[in-house]
């Protein structure tokens, strides 16, 4: 049974910092995804990483999956206010479209 | 290209109600996915629809049900309702010429009182 756990649940930073979430999932999966929500709102797609070692960025945010280690990353590099929110990452394999959450990061960015 | 859209945006019943709440798909997207996320949580996945078939379902009652329509549009029912079942549904559309990516909609809000 695929699980997926995300760490920290929690993160309060200051403006500037860099910090990284951490997604860990139990069996193998073929696709692996990031989301964002804001508060009340619904789940915004990030990134989606489909192979070992990819690696995508987008602004201050990159994401990687190591699949050997069955680990993926979401780098926050230079923090700005405006990425406060909860960020999910979830897991699924292309047997079929059901992805497995992880609990979510609330991120807090403080200026 | 029109995204996902759901309807009612919130909605409140009462214990032993029924509900029907709608979905319907981006363009060109076969492929609708419920969840129900509590406060606070992940989403959790419900069940899901490929070309009006269920494709597979999460760890959820009989009394939680859908449909998928020709035009890929999609319903949840959920029967007699329980003060658990308030939560944010979300709906997902997704087809393999999107590579799996799956795309939310708004969601609905519902209270159970």
């Known amino acids: 049974e695929l699980k997926v756990e995300q760490n920290p649940l929690f993160l309060s930073m200051q403006e500037g910092k860099n910090y990284t979430i951490y997604c860990n999932y139990s069996t193998t999966s073929d696709r692996l995804y990031w989301y964002r929500q804001d508060p009340g709102k619904s789940l915004e797609s990030l990134f989606v990483l489909l192979s070992n070692g990819a690696v995508k960025q987008e602004g201050r945010l990159m994401a990687s999956l190591d699949t050997k280690a069955r680990l993926s990353t979401l780098h926050i590099t230079a923090a700005v206010h405006d990425l406060s929110a909860t960020y999910f990452c979830a897991a699924g394999m292309d047997s079929n479209y059901q992805l497995i959450w992880g609990a979510g990061t609330k991120l807090i960015i403080k200026p | 290209e029109t995204g996902v859209t759901q309807s009612p945006t919130h909605l409140i019943k009462t214990r032993g109600q029924q509900v029907t709440l709608r979905c319907s798909s981006q363009s060109g997207h076969n492929t609708v996915s419920w969840y129900q996320q509590a406060l606070g949580q992940g989403p959790q996945f419900i069940f899901q629809y490929y070309r009006e078939e269920e494709n597979g379902r999460g760890n959820f009652p009989p009394r939680f049900s859908g449909l998928q329509f020709p035009n890929y549009s999609s319903e949840l029912n959920v029967n007699a309702l329980e003060l658990d079942d308030s939560a944010l549904y979300l709906c997902?559309?997704?087809?393999?010429?999107?590579?799996?990516?799956?795309?939310f909609g708004p969601g609905t809000r519902l209270t159970v009182l």
């Open positions: 997902a559309s997704s087809s393999i010429l999107a590579g799996y990516e799956q795309f």
